[in-house]
């Protein structure tokens, strides 16, 4: 009778031990990089004779100076080259946590000199952001899925949308180094949307590591180009998993804490 029950105790913990090894949620921590930039002007040709920019509101993206988010931000950055109280080329990021949503747009337009007295013939626009998660260590494994979306009408112009993903190990915050990393582009004769999923199960628990998730949208024209670049990256979900040896290690010794504490309680 001992046997069976010390038999169940040792079931009973292992599975609790095992429980231990569910994996568990890794959540954007809502620091964010942006870099937005509008450019009009008048020449040649795409940078000459830039008339107007965005100044001031220009927001490089470079770590570490992120900055820390409410659960919804939008940034952005704009141009009236006709100065009709209506924006003619514009970009901007969101961050949305509630859903997990980044977006990264642009449009532009760029009027014919042939038959409009503005000077503006030519626009640049670009946006681009990347939310980094919070740090984890403690796990081997690691796993994300999103789903992705470009929508893209470059209009008579040139420009591109892009999607990037990487995985830094952390541990000495003044030497990253990138476990993996991934970007890929739009293609007119590709997929316009799906769902990306990576997962390694190599990580170093005693080290630690973050992710982050990036989006790039970019717009160039002249002479009545007229379009847009929309990047979207939504149903962020991030898991890692604990290391096994240390689950069967922790099961192990709440067996032992089992047996030892039955035998001295006789």
């Given at each position: 009778?001992?046997?069976?029950?010390?038999?169940?105790?040792?079931?009973?913990?292992?599975?609790?031990?095992?429980?231990?090894?569910?994996?568990?949620?890794?959540?954007?921590?809502?620091?964010?990089?942006?870099?937005?930039?509008?450019?009009?002007?008048s020449g040649t040709g795409i940078g000459a004779g830039i008339i107007a920019d965005d100044g001031d509101t220009h927001l490089p993206p470079d770590p570490p100076a992120g900055i820390s988010l409410p659960d919804v931000q939008v940034f952005e950055v704009s141009s009236d080259i006709d100065d009709d109280s209506s924006d003619d080329v514009y970009a901007f990021a969101v961050y949305d946590a509630g859903i997990n949503l980044i977006e990264a747009y642009v449009v532009g337009f760029a009027y014919d000199p042939a038959t409009s007295t503005t000077d503006t013939e030519w626009f640049s626009a670009l946006s681009r952001v990347t939310v980094m998660s919070e740090t984890f260590t403690g796990f081997n494994a690691f796993s994300i899925s999103f789903d992705w979306e470009f929508d893209v009408d470059f209009g008579g112009g040139e420009g591109d949308a892009k999607i990037a993903f990487g995985l830094v190990d952390y541990t000495d915050p003044d030497d990253p180094a990138v476990v993996y990393y991934e970007i890929w582009e739009y293609d007119p004769l590709g997929d316009i949307s799906g769902t990306y999923s990576w997962s390694i199960d190599t990580l170093d628990p005693t080290h630690v590591y973050l992710f982050g998730i990036g989006a790039r949208a970019f717009l160039e024209g002249v002479e009545n180009a007229d379009g847009y670049v929309d990047v979207y990256?939504?149903?962020?979900?991030?898991?890692?998993?604990?290391?096994?040896?240390?689950?069967?290690?922790?099961?192990?010794?709440?067996?032992?804490?089992?047996i030892w504490g039955r035998r001295k309680s006789k």
């Amino acid at each position: 009778m001992k046997k069976v029950r010390l038999a169940i105790l040792t079931v009973f913990i292992f599975l609790f031990a095992a429980s231990l090894a569910k994996a568990v949620p890794v959540s954007l921590s809502g620091t964010a990089y942006w870099d937005l930039q509008v450019s009009v002007g008048s020449g040649t040709g795409i940078g000459a004779g830039i008339i107007a920019d965005d100044g001031d509101t220009h927001l490089p993206p470079d770590p570490p100076a992120g900055i820390s988010l409410p659960d919804v931000q939008v940034f952005e950055v704009s141009s009236d080259i006709d100065d009709d109280s209506s924006d003619d080329v514009y970009a901007f990021a969101v961050y949305d946590a509630g859903i997990n949503l980044i977006e990264a747009y642009v449009v532009g337009f760029a009027y014919d000199p042939a038959t409009s007295t503005t000077d503006t013939e030519w626009f640049s626009a670009l946006s681009r952001v990347t939310v980094m998660s919070e740090t984890f260590t403690g796990f081997n494994a690691f796993s994300i899925s999103f789903d992705w979306e470009f929508d893209v009408d470059f209009g008579g112009g040139e420009g591109d949308a892009k999607i990037a993903f990487g995985l830094v190990d952390y541990t000495d915050p003044d030497d990253p180094a990138v476990v993996y990393y991934e970007i890929w582009e739009y293609d007119p004769l590709g997929d316009i949307s799906g769902t990306y999923s990576w997962s390694i199960d190599t990580l170093d628990p005693t080290h630690v590591y973050l992710f982050g998730i990036g989006a790039r949208a970019f717009l160039e024209g002249v002479e009545n180009a007229d379009g847009y670049v929309d990047v979207y990256i939504y149903n962020i979900d991030a898991q890692a998993t604990p290391e096994p040896t240390s689950v069967l290690l922790a099961g192990a010794g709440l067996v032992a804490l089992g047996i030892w504490g039955r035998r001295k309680s006789k």
